[in-house]
């Protein structure tokens, strides 16, 4: 399903085949993906407490905190 709307990517939105936008947005979305996975690791290596909460709301961080 991804690789066929990055194959389509002119289509949906509707420009040329040939504008550098066909690909440049799809691009765009997979280093933004691998950066959050990359960040993701960092946080759970290094917090592992803070990486316990992502998630939980602002509750579950105040809490933690005695607030």
């Known amino acids: 399903m991804v ?3 990055v194959t389509n990517f002119a289509a949906l939105l ?11 947005l ?3 979305y ?8 990359i960040w993701a690791f960092i946080l759970r290596a290094g917090q592992p407490a803070v990486y316990s909460l992502v998630g939980m709301g ?5 809490a933690q905190d005695g607030i």
């Open 3 to 5: 690789w066929l709307a």
């Open 14 to 24: 509707n420009v040329p085949e040939s504008d550098p936008l066909t690909w440049i």
């Open 26 to 28: 799809p691009s765009v």
């Open 30 to 37: 997979g280093v933004a993906a691998v950066i959050g996975v």
């Open 58 to 62: 602002a509750k579950a961080a105040t």
